[in-house]
């Protein structure tokens, strides 16, 4: 297995991955599947380090986010194997490392990490990279202190020092529709003392809930008010090594979809993809933009929704998606903005404010790779309008270092008269390893620039 454990160990599989452009494409199509989702392969990894027994994870997304969180936790001392393309995953307690933590570019990594290891109540210290230093972990400490950890911190950033630290139950009202921090209150809650209750009032991915109770865990979900939910789970409890099969990622499905729906004669088919709908609300809003997608082979598998997905060329209109709409499809603005530049009217995205706290200020790497190939963008703190039908490509396009602007662009390109150049391709490894390849085999005229 890939093992990154260190700062030195370079950000990326890729990271000499230069720019890469994108040209006018027609006609994409296949039938193809999209590596495991990001989401649940961190979570599979860290619940099966914390249960007893033996854990196998099938589909686990090898992207350098998720090697990173590997390379953790055996730093940790929990034994991961990979044999035949399956993990294999010997939970234990986890024991001080005498290394940092570096977690590369990974927000969910480091975020459940510190929830996972203070409930676990050991000493450890977390890193990232330039992009990960710069994203608040304060939204993380604030429960966990309340819960009794001991913990430094440079202004609510990274590098960030735990103490190992009696943790008990807590009560917390979330302030944002964040699964990160939910999930990081619950690993923790898994290692505290008594009842720990968390309130949200806009639901948020639940594959840690769900994840949880597939390991045998114990916890209550109720519903609040106008869509809220209140979880409730008390500890200290054992979880039981169990096998789990990821299916495809949607956010990296949601590329491909695009692709089709915005480059002539294109049909794609996307299988095996996570169809959980706190993860689907970017395929509501292309629907309503009139795209022409349909699912099949629809089924259940390791307690989460998956089915496959085939996305047709069509005409698209403009759309408004309204603030309660925001989390169910926050990863997927990039590529929902890209859409809503190529249809007739002006579409509208309000709500955005976490996506300045993503990768890179997500918001604003939108707005300029708009603007620079031709797309007139109104752009607010927290909101985004987009007039369509202009595009004319030839823009070179800052990523920031951040995959999903990075994905977004070279789709944008796929569609325009003038080519889209993207400045580096290296961070598309830390979600989507081998997205260039499979867009080519696909059809898409996508060169490295040397
Ligand atoms: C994630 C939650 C989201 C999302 C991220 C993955 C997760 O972040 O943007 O890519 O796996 O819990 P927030 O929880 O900060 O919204």
Redesign the pocket.
């Known amino acids: 297995m890939n093992n990154l454990p260190s700062k030195e160990a370079g950000s990326a599989a890729g990271s000499m991955a230069g720019a890469v452009q994108s040209r006018l494409s027609k006609g994409l199509s296949g039938t193809v599947q999209v590596p495991g989702d990001?989401?649940m392969s961190?979570r599979a990894l860290i619940l099966g380090a914390l249960a007893e027994g033996k854990t196998r994870i099938r589909g686990l997304l090898q992207g350098d986010d998720v090697l990173r969180t590997a390379a953790c936790l055996r730093a940790m001392g929990v034994s991961i194997e990979r044999r035949d393309g399956v993990f294999h995953v010997i939970g234990r307690r986890w024991q001080p490392s005498d290394r940092g933590l570096y977690c590369g570019n990974a927000?969910?990594g480091v975020r459940l990490l510190m929830g996972a290891v203070a409930g676990q109540q050991i000493a450890a210290s977390f890193d990232g990279d330039a992009s990960l230093r710069a994203r608040p972990m304060g939204r993380i400490l604030a429960p966990l202190r309340k819960m009794g950890l001991c913990a430094e911190d440079q202004d609510g950033k990274l590098p960030v020092s735990l103490e190992a630290s009696p943790l008990k139950g807590i009560v917390w009202e979330m302030q944002n529709?964040?699964?990160?921090?939910k999930?990081a209150i619950m690993l923790a809650a898994l290692g505290a003392e008594g009842e720990t209750i968390i309130e949200e009032p806009v639901r948020?991915?639940d594959?840690t809930e769900r994840m949880i109770k597939a390991f045998g865990g114990a916890l209550t979900i109720s519903a609040t008010g106008e869509g809220g939910r209140r979880i409730s789970l008390t500890g200290p409890q054992r979880l039981t090594a169990t096998d789990i099969t990821i299916p495809g990622d949607p956010s990296s499905a949601a590329f491909l979809l695009v692709a089709a729906l915005l480059t002539k004669g294109s049909e794609i088919t996307v299988q095996n993809v996570l169809l959980n709908p706190l993860r689907t609300g970017f395929l509501e809003a292309l629907k309503e933009m009139g795209a022409d997608l349909s699912l099949g082979n629809e089924h259940d598998a390791g307690g989460e929704p998956v089915g496959d997905i085939t996305a047709r060329f069509s005409e698209l209109k403009a759309i408004h998606i309204g603030p309660e709409r925001a989390a169910s499809m926050?990863?997927e603005y990039p590529i929902l903005a890209v859409a809503a530049a190529f249809t007739k009217g002006t579409s509208r995205f309000e709500g955005l404010a976490?996506l300045r706290l993503?990768e890179s200020d997500r918001l604003a790497a939108i707005a300029d790779g708009l603007a620079g190939n031709g797309v007139t963008r109104r752009l607010g703190e927290d909101w985004l309008e987009i007039d369509g039908g202009a595009v004319s490509g030839g823009g070179e396009v800052a990523t920031h270092m951040d995959h999903r602007i990075a994905m977004s662009f070279l789709v944008m390109g796929l569609a325009t008269k003038l080519p889209v150049t993207i400045d580096s391709s290296a961070m598309i490894a830390t979600s989507f390893p081998g997205f260039i390849a499979l867009m080519q085999g696909l059809g898409a005229k996508l060169t490295q620039e040397s």
Do not use: C, L, W
């Open positions: 990001k989401s961190h927000g969910t529709a964040s699964a990160q921090v999930s948020s991915r594959h926050i990863d976490e993503k």
